[in-house]
């Protein structure tokens, strides 16, 4: 069974460009989460999204915004890059949402220069 | 407010050693969930370990053991007989009933030299 999968692995932008960070989830799962990993403060939840509906949201920006599709897969679009939004994007996903164990994708490591 | 807590930044120890990596926890939920994750250097977070707050039976599986205390909010995990491949950053990782929402700790760096 395939795993997570996350396009791009690796993506280097400059200031004030945006960019978009897809996540293909685990066949038969419907729930996606992001998170943000960077050193300075960890493992951050971004959103989740089960059924295209976004259910919860972290404490970030409006910049980050995301989506999912009717096949489940998810993207999440940053607008106005900045510096400090250089970080591993992180998806983990689902068969539902509530109780299953959620299973993370490789990551996208993004740079912004 | 929910917080989980890893005091410990690293930790090295000589293969076949054991060790345990330490994780307390704060909720107000009655019903929750704690989760361990491994975090190689390729980066991708690999399931450990699920439990739920409702059972607090302590297991074994393989080399891995945890030992979840409600009293004390604490969800510890040891590695039996460590090895080199066991090296990694280490979450401990607190969830929400209903909601895919995980708070995680700092991490804990584990190196384990041969």
């Known amino acids: 069974k395939a795993g997570v999968t996350q396009t791009p692995r690796y993506l280097i932008k400059t200031r004030g460009q945006q960019v978009t960070l897809s996540c293909s989830p685990i066949s038969g799962h419907r729930s996606v989460s992001w998170y943000q990993q960077t050193p300075g403060q960890g493992l951050q939840f971004l959103f989740e999204y089960f059924s295209e509906t976004q259910r919860n949201k972290g404490n970030f920006p409006g910049r980050f915004s995301g989506r999912q599709f009717s096949n489940s897969r998810s993207e999440m679009n940053v607008s106005t890059l900045e510096l400090g939004d250089s970080a591993l994007y992180l998806c983990?996903?689902?068969?539902?949402?509530?109780?299953?164990?959620?299973?993370f994708g490789p990551g996208t490591r993004l740079t912004v220069l | 407010a929910q917080k989980v807590t890893q005091a410990q930044t690293e930790i090295s120890v000589v293969e076949k050693e054991d060790v345990t990596l330490d994780c307390v926890y704060e909720?107000?939920?009655?019903?929750?969930?704690l989760f361990w994750y491994k975090q190689p250097p390729s980066g991708e977070l690999v399931f450990l370990i699920r439990?739920?707050?409702?059972?607090?039976q302590n297991e074994i599986s393989g080399r891995y053991s945890w030992n979840f205390q409600k009293s004390t909010s604490s969800f510890n995990f040891t590695i039996t007989a460590s090895q080199v491949v066991d090296s990694a950053v280490y979450f401990c990782a607190l969830g929400g009933y209903n909601t895919d929402k995980l708070i995680f700790g700092t991490g804990t760096r584990l190196q384990v030299f041969p």
């Open positions: 983990a996903t689902r068969l539902a949402g509530g109780t299953d164990t959620q299973y």
């Open positions: 909720t107000r939920d009655t019903t929750y969930y």
């Open positions: 439990r739920n707050s409702f059972d607090e």
